[in-house]
């Protein structure tokens, strides 16, 4: 039998990342093994990474887990069968690894490398939001990354690139050891991928998982109601839709656009839509007190651009505010949660479309961090216009994950 190439596997014809269904579905099935997806991508030309992204691949474990994979019995029940994965710095991949890389290796998705991540968005080599993880995924030499969100850097980063990335809800997703000490609860794992169709796959794989389901199905459970519209069987609830990233500002010329676009596209899907901002107000994300350091030993030291090396200051400084007020008092995020979880209510909306401002710029902006604080689902899902590509931001009620996803593969024209 003739094993597949990585490149036919791929929906955009090796200009972009490999469907992570497809790609399952061959090693599943035994047309392609994962030796050969190892193989393939231990071979890609070094040029086909971004100079700087900061992707780092150890041959012999990929190689070791690869060729574990093929001799399992049971690789046709693996939802994630040899999908390569980058792991963020900060996520351990050594030994057994953190939880949620457990997760993803019991699935059957090989760990490909690290993405070597600088803090507060100066990257290695000055990429829009500095996020290593959404410059290697975007470049389509691995078709899934995680990493960790902690005030939207990382979806921001995705938004950059027009691919799309998925923060669940708060513990949908085991966190790091190292993260909740670090960003004092705000930060969620975080998956990457080209198209919202990959993540899906990743979200159902997840859910297999008995302790990933009770979270969704618990929080769902102990979610707080006001008065939440009741529908009719099978009746789907519209969209609460608005402009703004914050209490006074509005997205800027490609966001906005990107949400025009995305609300023709809903509406001529069927989908209802209903404009309503929602109840922003100033919000202060804790961040770690690192200072920024451009560059790293692992890669070259360049010249970030100033506007991006003023946006990590002042988020640094932001955060070390916060702390020396004491941090975020207990009750603040579950006030956040049902401040916005009402704003739904009174929208009589199910989620609600933003904008997904990218890069440094969106970082730490109200509009994206609001939803950490929160601890709410948010999808930065690719947006279909002929010719550009653009992002915007799906929100939505504790549990619905899913129910993004869907409604990002009627924005990309799935």
């Not at 597949?4 to 099935?29: C, F, M, N, Y």
């Not at 100033?306 to 004491?326: D, H, M, Y």
């Not at 939803?371 to 550009?388: C, D, K, M, Q, T």
Request: aromatic share 2%; with cysteine.
């Amino acid at each position: 039998m003739s094993l597949l190439h990585l490149d036919e596997l791929s929906p955009t014809s090796g200009d972009g990342p490999s469907g992570v269904p497809e790609l399952a579905a061959a090693v599943r099935e035994g047309r392609l093994s994962a030796a050969t997806v190892a193989e393939r991508l231990l071979a890609t030309p070094g040029d086909a990474v971004p100079v700087g992204a900061g992707l780092v691949v150890d041959p012999a474990p990929l190689r070791a887990a690869a060729a574990a994979l093929d001799r399992r019995t049971d690789r046709f029940a693996l939802p994630l069968a040899g999908v390569p994965v980058v792991v963020e710095d900060g996520i351990s991949v050594a030994g057994r690894g953190d939880e949620i890389v457990r997760r993803l290796r019991a699935a059957g998705a090989l760990v490909a490398g690290r993405a070597r991540t600088a803090e507060h968005e100066v990257g290695l080599d000055a990429t829009p939001g500095g996020r290593a993880t959404a410059t290697v995924v975007a470049s389509g030499v691995v078709p899934l990354g995680i990493g960790v969100d902690g005030d939207g850097t990382l979806r921001c980063a995705a938004a950059a690139h027009g691919i799309a990335a998925l923060k669940p809800g708060r513990r949908v997703l085991p966190l790091p050891d190292a993260a909740e000490r670090r960003w004092c609860g705000l930060a969620e794992p975080t998956l990457l991928a080209g198209r919202a169709e990959d993540l899906t796959a990743v979200s159902r794989a997840f859910a297999r998982h008995r302790r990933a389901a009770r979270a969704v199905v618990g929080a769902a459970a102990h979610h707080p109601r006001r008065h939440r519209p009741r529908s009719g069987r099978g009746a789907r609830l519209p969209l609460a839709a608005s402009l703004r990233t914050g209490r006074t500002r509005l997205a800027g010329p490609d966001s906005a656009s990107a949400v025009h676009a995305a609300i023709r596209l809903l509406q001529d899907a069927g989908l209802g839509l209903v404009a309503a901002d929602p109840p922003y107000r100033a919000v202060l994300v804790v961040h770690s007190a690192a200072a920024v350091r451009p560059g790293s030993p692992a890669g070259p030291r360049t010249r970030p651009d100033p506007a991006e090396r003023r946006a990590a200051r002042s988020l640094v400084r932001r955060g070390r505010r916060v702390r020396r007020l004491g941090g975020l008092r207990p009750a603040t995020p579950a006030s956040w949660r049902q401040r916005m979880v009402a704003w739904l209510d009174d929208a009589g909306a199910e989620a609600g479309l933003l904008p997904a401002p990218p890069g440094a710029s969106g970082a730490g902006s109200t509009g994206v961090a609001a939803w950490n604080l929160a601890g709410l689902p948010s999808l930065v899902a690719p947006v279909h216009r002929p010719g550009e590509h653009g992002c915007v931001q799906l929100v939505g009620r504790p549990g619905s994950e899913r129910r993004l996803l869907a409604t990002a593969a009627l924005l990309a024209g799935e």
